[in-house]
């Protein structure tokens, strides 16, 4: 997705008014073409603008208007991606076997937006979400989940000497021990960019003739490492990991919408081209196809649009 030109936030407002509104026959088509073909800046002013116009926010007024899915991923346009994620991770800590989810949802969140996250999640629940993260989980799963609840800050920079080290500390702590010193490898993967993560692996394997994933696999628990091997195949084929993330939201019986929307909300104007391409290419379909397959009416029109 890419900023709409022309643009005016005001005459979108009262499109979207219309959409909301519409007396005889209920126009979607509105309400789409519009928040489905807006960058987030552009949904924010006309949020502004409608709320200015119409004496309501405008996700109050589709809250109150709208059902379902679409009422789902209307919404969640209609948010700044920090507010929707918020109300996203608390939706998915209340569920059980979620550790997949919010490790999807702390990585691929950049450093600003986490904080905001953090912000809006402890704004609008009792707790903080590094909080409601601790008094989910236990042990090591606990710990990395915690520490990437700050966000990973991937402007770090790779410099040689502090690489060689975290190197050195790593296999002291795996394969230069008797079992292992599972905090020291927790630190290194939950607060390392993505560069520097990369040269650390290739340094460890360079320097010791192990990869790291056969490090992780053989001397961790079998709980930390499903979690380490995720931010390795993240931080190596982060495309490769979202696609894979959208496929199992459409893959065998039933379609899991809300993980679907927050993928592709998420990502529509980041990478969702490049998770189009090697969707195609990893199943030999497009994602459209198995879009137009799995979901139905405006929810499936909203999905389209936004994956053009």
Do not use: W
């Not at 890419?2 to 007396?23: N, Q, S, Y």
């Not at 990585?107 to 993260?133: F, G, H, P, Q, W």
């Not at 190596?236 to 959208?246: C, F, P």
């Amino acid at each position: 997705m890419v900023p709409a030109d022309p643009f005016d936030a005001f005459e979108d407002a009262k499109t979207l008014r219309k959409g909301i509104h519409r007396i005889i026959i209920f126009s979607s088509n509105k309400i789409v073409n519009v928040l489905c073909h807006r960058a987030s800046s552009q949904r924010a002013e006309i949020a502004d603008t409608y709320q200015t116009a119409y004496g309501i926010t405008l996700k109050e007024d589709l809250e109150d208007t709208l059902i379902g899915n679409f009422e789902d991923i209307t919404v969640a346009l209609a948010s700044s991606l920090p507010d929707f994620l918020a109300v996203e991770m608390n939706r998915i800590l209340q569920e059980e076997n979620c550790v997949d989810r919010v490790m999807e949802v702390l990585l691929s969140t950049r450093k600003n937006d986490m904080t905001e996250l953090n912000k809006a999640y402890t704004n609008n629940n009792e707790k903080s979400l590094k909080e409601d993260i601790e008094s989910k989980y236990t042990g090591s799963t606990q710990k990395l989940l915690s520490e990437l609840s700050d966000g990973k800050d991937n402007s770090t920079l790779v410099v040689n000497f502090f690489v060689k080290r975290s190197v050195s500390k790593l296999y002291k702590a795996g394969e230069g021990m008797e079992g292992a010193d599972e905090d020291v490898f927790i630190d290194i993967f939950a607060n390392s960019g993505h560069n520097y993560l990369m040269a650390v692996m290739a340094q460890y394997e360079a320097q010791y003739g192990s990869t790291i994933e056969s490090v992780i696999q053989s001397e961790l628990s079998e709980e930390l490492a499903n979690l380490l091997m995720t931010i390795v195949k993240y931080t190596k084929t982060k495309v490769t990991y979202l696609t894979e993330r959208v496929h199992q939201t459409l893959d065998g019986l039933g379609t899991h919408e809300r993980d679907l929307t927050r993928l592709i909300v998420s990502r529509c104007e980041i990478d969702l081209g490049d998770i189009k391409v090697e969707y195609e290419n990893l199943y030999g379909r497009s994602l459209v196809s198995d879009i137009k397959f799995d979901t139905a009416g405006n929810f499936e029109k909203a999905l389209r649009n936004l994956v053009g």
